[in-house]
């Protein structure tokens, strides 16, 4: 089974940055499809739904990003430590909200912004809070 474990919440100010790390333990099966194949980071705002905001292919490093966040943010991996990151600059105030690692195996594939549909991932991590004051 793979685990997530993200890190690196907090509370800033508006405009401040924060990055955060989401590290995987992944299958320890011998199966090929067993391996991961992208990972994502999602959030939920108090009262609303959870979206995807970024994602990454693993190993290739394609990324993408969601409208809300393009300009200020940006993710990338670290395959040798089982990790991936989410760097976030000019946070605002509705950036607030539980911050969602999650990962896929090569069972599903995505392209575009369908990787950031969250009925396409199979592991989740227990998420960590940012929150952005003004």
């Known amino acids: 089974r793979v685990t997530l474990v993200e890190s690196g919440g907090g509370s800033v100010q508006a405009g401040g940055s924060l990055r955060l790390s989401c590290t995987y333990s992944p299958s320890t099966s011998t199966d090929n499809y067993s391996r991961l194949n992208y990972m994502g980071w999602f959030r939920e705002a108090q009262g609303k739904e959870r979206v995807g905001i970024a994602a990454i292919k693993i190993g290739s490093g394609t990324s993408y990003l969601s409208d809300s966040v393009k300009g200020r943010a940006a993710v990338s991996q670290d395959t040798s430590e089982n990790r991936i990151y989410l760097e976030m600059n000019n946070l605002k105030p509705e950036d607030t909200a539980l911050y969602f690692c999650?990962?896929?195996?090569?069972?599903?594939?995505?392209?575009?912004?369908?990787?950031?549909?969250?009925?396409?991932?199979?592991?989740w991590g227990q998420g960590t809070q940012v929150s952005v004051s003004s």
């Open positions: 999650a990962a896929a195996d090569r069972r599903s594939d995505c392209s575009g912004t369908n990787c950031l549909e969250d009925s396409r991932y199979k592991f």
